[in-house]
């Protein structure tokens, strides 16, 4: 059983950049796409950007060319660099296999975006 936990969230002004960090318990070579989501208030969860164990990324249209996901499967770590951050990217983000799996679901980390 694999537990992931959140880490890096932050108030940020519009135009900043956050680094976020995901630390598997155990190891992460064992699973294909990590992937970073997020919830906003009122909206559902979504898939901002995946990663897959050949490091083939692929992003959601609205963060492309914005974030950056990679992983160090060495440090059983997924990391989400995320810059010229708008506030509608205000939102808990989670990290979690892809497709997701509810065991792995962690308390996510709050990302705000605010002058």
């Known amino acids: 059983q694999v537990q992931l936990v959140e880490s890096g969230g932050g108030l940020v002004q519009p135009g900043g950049s956050l680094r976020l960090s995901c630390t598997a318990s155990g190891s992460l070579v064992s699973i294909n796409a990590m992937g970073w989501y997020r919830q906003a208030p009122g909206k559902q969860r979504e898939l901002v950007a995946s990663?897959?164990?050949?490091?083939?990324?692929n992003y959601a249209d609205s963060v492309k060319g914005r974030f950056i996901i990679s992983r160090d499967n060495a440090r059983n770590t997924v990391y989400l660099q995320m810059n010229s951050l708008k506030p509608e990217d205000t939102a808990v983000y989670y990290c979690?296999?892809?497709?997701?799996?509810?065991?792995?679901w962690g308390k996510g980390t709050l990302v705000t975006v605010s002058s």
């Open positions: 990663i897959s164990i050949g490091i083939s990324t």
């Open positions: 979690n296999r892809v497709p997701w799996k509810m065991d792995y």
